[in-house]
């Protein structure tokens, strides 16, 4: 994966499910990526992003990715279970990057009848679903100085008033209409990708 970048591949057919799992079985296998990735969730956790909603259920797909400077990773959401983008905001001051992405996944579905296997097979039929990609990369030097205690968090402030899009704070149950959550969420999105576009432009200069 290029840094700062969404896969294209991500997702490009059903064996992408399965290589979800690869990932998080070399994850635990390679003393490195784990120590990696627990200091880059001590980040979000240490920024309290895990206090804004459903930030706490995404699901590791890619990563960690390690460059020189950075590292990143790419976390998914069912569609209707989107993080509230607030908490991405949470990382912006720190010079970390945030992308969402609404995208499709392709998965078995589960197998209930006969006719829920490919014909003329013993697999599953692949559904389709949507989901939410949020890419988050972060600086090392960000990770360390969290990791030794080296960086003074009260003093920082983050100012959430100027987001224009307030995310809907209510409970929402995998048997609502998912199509009208899935459009509020759509405009709820590109509305805040324009806000973390502004305000990482505004950073660079």
């Known amino acids: 994966m290029t840094m700062g970048t969404f896969d294209k591949e991500l997702f490009k057919d059903h064996s992408d499910y399965w290589q979800i799992a690869a990932?998080?079985?070399n994850i635990y296998m390679s003393d490195g990526?784990?120590?990696?990735?627990?200091?880059?969730?001590?980040?979000?956790?240490?920024?309290?992003v895990y206090a804004f909603k459903n930030?706490?259920?995404?699901?590791?797909?890619?990563?960690?990715?390690?460059?020189?400077?950075?590292?990143?990773?790419?976390?998914?959401?069912?569609?209707?279970?989107?993080?509230?983008?607030?908490?991405?905001?949470?990382l912006l001051p720190f010079d970390c990057e945030v992308k969402f992405k609404r995208t499709n996944m392709k998965i078995?579905?589960?197998?209930?009848?006969?006719?829920?296997?490919?014909?003329g097979t013993k697999k599953a039929r692949i559904v389709e679903k949507k989901v939410w990609l949020v890419e988050i990369t972060m600086p090392k030097t960000l990770m360390s100085d969290i990791r030794t205690g080296s960086i003074d968090l009260e003093?920082?402030?983050?100012?959430?008033?100027?987001?224009?899009?307030?995310?809907?704070?209510?409970?929402?149950?995998?048997?609502?209409?998912?199509?009208q959550q899935a459009k509020e969420a759509g405009q709820q999105a590109t509305d805040v990708t324009q806000d973390v576009v502004q305000d990482q432009q505004g950073m660079a200069i």
Request: charged content about 35%.
């Open 23 to 25: 990932n998080i079985k």
């Open 33 to 48: 990526s784990l120590v990696t990735l627990m200091d880059f969730e001590r980040v979000l956790d240490a920024l309290d």
């Open 55 to 90: 930030w706490d259920i995404g699901e590791l797909v890619q990563g960690p990715t390690i460059s020189k400077y950075k590292v990143a990773c790419i976390f998914m959401w069912p569609e209707y279970l989107m993080p509230d983008p607030r908490g991405g905001r949470r």
């Open 108 to 119: 078995p579905m589960k197998i209930e009848d006969p006719e829920d296997y490919q014909p």
């Open 155 to 179: 003093q920082d402030e983050v100012d959430l008033s100027e987001l224009d899009a307030e995310y809907e704070d209510k409970d929402q149950d995998q048997d609502a209409d998912q199509n």
